[in-house]
């Protein structure tokens, strides 16, 4: 008779420890599903040029006032394309720090992946300068070795106003494409100065239209 009410003593201890880990496993499910559910939830255009509006470390200009010069920052990945909206804004903010500090532009746009965006146009008109593992410039023939991002919107944008030319994107898609990666010094250190530990890495892009839509006044070159 003990043996037995031991055996349903038991019974109802395992019964109440699935009960209880079902429980403690739905409201976990429930938990990582409204996680899961705020991760995917991706901003508009819209909400994401609204929330930079916003911010305090970030300013709403009129428009583009730098010019197309080389540029770092590219929030792009290897073969996404981006559509230049037609009523864009154009924010900045504050890169780096100290002498190194350099106001950046940008624009919010749509990719094919469904991401939002903060698009440099300064991205296109990348230079490298290219060097060895400690940092010095290589050099052929006397000059240093440069590479710049290539593509037809590469040759557009060549020598034009930054400001008027992406107006003239407007509602035109382009193609980003990883084309190599090559050594460059760190943004600020002189060859002089450099070493090994300056080596950074720098993506040589390609930028191409795609689809049917030109810009306003495209001619090839």
């Known amino acids: 008779m003990y043996i037995e009410i031991l055996c349903y003593l038991r019974s109802l ?12 496993f739905r409201a976990a499910r429930e938990v990582w599903r409204t996680k899961l559910n705020l991760f995917s939830k991706r901003m508009t255009l819209a909400e994401k040029n609204a929330a930079d509006s916003a911010n305090s470390q970030i300013k709403e200009v009129g428009g583009f006032s730098n010019s197309f010069r080389s540029s770092e920052l590219n929030n792009l990945q290897d073969g996404e394309i981006i559509t230049i909206p037609e009523d864009y ?9 100290g002498e190194n500090a350099r106001t950046a532009q940008y624009i919010n746009c749509p990719t094919n992946t469904g991401r939002i965006v903060q698009f440099y146009p300064t991205a296109m008109a990348r230079v490298a ?9 290589i050099r052929e023939n006397n000059r240093m070795v440069v590479r710049r991002s290539e593509g037809d919107v590469c040759t557009w944008i060549d020598g034009k106003e930054i400001d008027s030319t992406v107006k003239a994107m407007k ?7 990883v084309l190599d990666r090559v050594k460059t010094r ?36």
Request: hydrophobic share 35%; aromatic share 10%.
């Open 89 to 97: 804004k154009v924010f900045e903010r504050k890169i780096g720090s």
């Open 186 to 221: 760190a943004f600020g250190v002189d060859e002089s100065a450099a070493t090994a530990a300056d080596v950074t890495e720098t993506i040589i892009g390609g930028w191409n239209f795609s689809g049917k839509k030109r810009p306003v006044g495209y001619v090839t070159k």
């Open 129 to 137: 300068f290219v060097v060895d593992e400690n940092g010095k410039n």
């Open 13 to 24: 201890s395992t019964i109440h420890f699935i009960i209880h880990s079902l429980k403690n």
């Open 171 to 177: 509602g035109c898609a382009i193609e980003y494409k």
